[in-house]
C-alpha cells in the first residue's frame, strides 16, 4: 500500500484484518473489499478527525475524559503495545520495504490464498 503514509498503512491493514505480507493476488474477493472500504474510511477518517483511527464509541469516551491525549492513544496499532482485541497480546513492530508497520497477530494472521 504505497501513498498513505505509514501509520495509516499500520491501523488499516489491522482493522480489515489483512498481515502486512500477505499479497493482493492472494487475497480473497472479500478480503479485497474489505481492504477497499477499510481504506475509504479509514482515510477520511483520519482527515477529518486531524489523524484519529479509533472507533467513534471509544473516541468520544476518550474525549469525555477531558485529559490531554498523546496522538498515539488516538490509533489502533500504531507505536501502541496492547491490541484492541478480546484477546491481549502485544503488538508487534517489524520493518517493511524498510518502513516501520505495527501488527498483531492474533487480528491479522498470516494466510495462504482462500485462507
Not at 478527525?49 to 464509541?57: A, H, Q, S, W, Y
Not at 475524559?65 to 513492530?93: D, E, H
Request: hydrophobic share 35%.
Amino acid at each position: 500500500m504505497a501513498g498513505l503514509g505509514n501509520y495509516l498503512r499500520s491501523e488499516i491493514l489491522f482493522i480489515a484484518g489483512i498481515h502486512p505480507e500477505q499479497k493482493a493476488r492472494n487475497l480473497s474477493r472479500g478480503q479485497l473489499g474489505k481492504l477497499a472500504r477499510t481504506t475509504l474510511a479509514i482515510s477520511q477518517r483520519s482527515y477529518t478527525l486531524e489523524g484519529v483511527t479509533l472507533p467513534d464509541r471509544q473516541y468520544k469516551a476518550l474525549r469525555k475524559t477531558g485529559s490531554q491525549l498523546r496522538q498515539s492513544a488516538l490509533l489502533c496499532v500504531w507505536s501502541r503495545k496492547p491490541a484492541l482485541s478480546a484477546m491481549p497480546q502485544k503488538i508487534q513492530r517489524s520493518s517493511a520495504n524498510t518502513r516501520r508497520i505495527y501488527t498483531c497477530a492474533n487480528c491479522q494472521p498470516l494466510t495462504t490464498a482462500g485462507g
